[in-house]
């Protein structure tokens, strides 16, 4: 599995789209990449995942660089709701077990 | 739908206790997981079960124990507890499938005085 860099935080308007990045230079061609987050004390939530192609659904937006090196998460109206820590793991293409970094904490501003 | 459950949602031990974390999912998810998250920090692998009857040692298995006798259940057993397994305690499980989604409880918040 890739190592993912994240910023450690970010802060964002209300009603402002959100470009969360995240780099994973060493990830393999066969590497997934998911997002998750965490809303204050609350378990983790599954966001979104990819392999190469850009991905929607109704809660965010991925987009991978063509190199595959890094990818950016987008939240296309953040809400105050939104605020939490959002994590960019990366996945061999078995089954195994998600490693956690420290994520990126997201502040909403209203 | 109840999803994963974890209970009890709160606890306080002693040192030198033991007791069984539980968790439970109706999903009928073949992959089951311990994580362990201490303040300020991301989640950190305890323990992880691909079926039932297989069970395997993650990043920080040192004082749990685990056992996967049905596909609904996982519990995580701390054997004696110590001041530093003071923290929340999350279960997650998805389909044995590659890259499902995985599915998380809301947590066990465990202090150990």
């Known amino acids: 599995d890739a190592k993912t860099t994240q910023p450690n935080s970010m802060e964002s308007n209300e009603e402002e789209p959100v470009h969360l990045p995240c780099n994973h230079s060493?990830?393999?061609?066969?590497?997934?990449i998911h997002w998750y987050r965490q809303l204050p004390s609350q378990g983790p939530e599954y966001v979104i995942h990819g392999l190469t192609s850009n991905v929607n659904n109704r809660m965010a937006s991925l987009a991978i660089a063509e190199d595959r090196k890094s990818s950016t998460l987008i939240l296309h109206r953040a809400t105050l709701r939104d605020a939490a820590v959002y994590y960019c793991i990366s996945t061999n293409s078995g089954n195994t077990p998600l490693v956690f970094g420290k994520g990126t904490r997201l502040s909403v501003i209203a | 739908n109840a999803g994963v459950t974890q209970t009890p949602k709160f606890q306080v031990l002693k040192t030198g206790q033991s007791m069984t974390l539980q968790c439970a999912q109706d999903m009928n998810h073949e992959y089951m997981s311990w994580y362990r998250q201490d303040p300020g920090m991301g989640l950190r692998l305890i323990h992880y079960s691909v079926g039932a009857g297989i069970t395997d040692q993650g990043e920080v298995p040192n004082g749990y124990n685990v056992s996967r006798s049905t596909t609904e259940d996982f519990p995580l057993r701390l054997l004696s507890a110590a001041p530093s397994q003071t923290s929340v305690y999350f279960c997650?499980?998805?389909?044995?499938?590659?890259?499902?989604?995985?599915?998380f409880g809301d947590g066990t918040r465990l202090s150990i005085l």
């Open positions: 997650a499980s998805s389909p044995r499938t590659a890259n499902q989604p995985q599915h």
């Open positions: 060493t990830i393999s061609g066969t590497d997934y």
